[in-house]
């Protein structure tokens, strides 16, 4: 199996820029999708971005996805920081052979 | 619109086996691509990923839990139901159903049921 690691808390001023990395433990995040999910404290999980960029309606253009392979992560940046972006946020993949679905260890973002 | 709701009991005790029920709706589970996934977080804690059953009735469980997990369909009803035995305290969070589409994503969630594990 495989873990995705990401940093505990990320803190910025409103307006600022913020980006969330995920790292994939099994070394192949290029063969594989990354989703991220916010989720505010008491509530559901809500999907910001899928397929790795893809963002659902209704998300704002200021939250985008990529992929670096050279070190095996996926990031998540969030532009024009709201104080509605405050929340936890978790990236998600699966294996290669689309067996086991992982969660990240989710990051805190606190817009100061 | 795709609605899920979650329910079962909100206290068990260590050693009993825990049965939680997704009511859905919205969508057919038997439709090709689709599937509905269980994920629990513990209080204060990540989300953990604990099984996914298919449109054919393809099963997947985490690795971690396999041996404790079932996950099971009524289509025509339009339930999923998660039974998880052998419960422990560090068992206690908030147990959510989700869908999936082809799109591989849990795009729709359930507000969750809070399980606690205690004598």
């Known amino acids: 199996n495989f873990m995705l690691t990401q940093p505990h808390s990320v803190s910025e001023s409103p307006g600022k820029t913020v980006t969330i990395s995920c790292t994939d433990s099994?070394?192949?995040?290029?063969?594989?999708?990354v989703q991220w999910y916010q989720q505010r404290p008491g509530s559901a999980p809500t999907t910001v971005i899928y397929?790795?960029?893809?963002?659902p309606s209704g998300v704002p253009d200021r939250f985008s996805g990529s992929i670096d392979s050279s070190s095996n992560s996926a990031s998540l940046s969030i532009s024009g920081l709201k104080t509605e972006d405050e929340a936890d946020y978790y990236c998600?993949?699966?294996?290669?052979?689309?067996?086991?679905?992982?969660f990240g260890t989710g990051t805190k973002v606190t817009v100061l | 619109q795709i609605t899920l709701k979650e329910s079962g009991p909100t206290l068990v005790k260590p050693t009993q086996t825990l049965t939680l029920t997704c009511t859905f709706s919205?969508?057919?589970?038997?439709?090709?691509?689709?599937?509905v996934g269980w994920v629990r977080q513990p209080p204060g804690k990540a989300l953990e990923w604990l099984a996914l059953?298919?449109?054919?009735?393809?099963?997947r469980y985490s690795p971690s839990l396999k041996s404790r997990l079932s996950i099971t369909k009524d289509t025509s009803k339009n339930q999923v139901v998660l039974t998880l035995a052998n419960m422990d305290p560090v068992d206690t969070a908030t147990y959510y159903c989700?869908?999936?589409?082809?799109?591989?994503?849990?795009?729709?969630w359930g507000r969750g049921t809070l399980v606690t594990v205690s004598s």
């Open positions: 989700a869908h999936m589409g082809t799109n591989r994503h849990f795009g729709y």
């Open positions: 397929e790795n960029k893809q963002r």
């Open positions: 919205g969508f057919s589970l038997s439709t090709s691509g689709v599937s």
């Open positions: 099994s070394g192949s995040i290029a063969s594989k999708f």
């Open positions: 059953i298919y449109w054919d009735d393809d099963k």
């Open positions: 998600q993949s699966y294996d290669s052979s689309n067996v086991h679905y992982v």
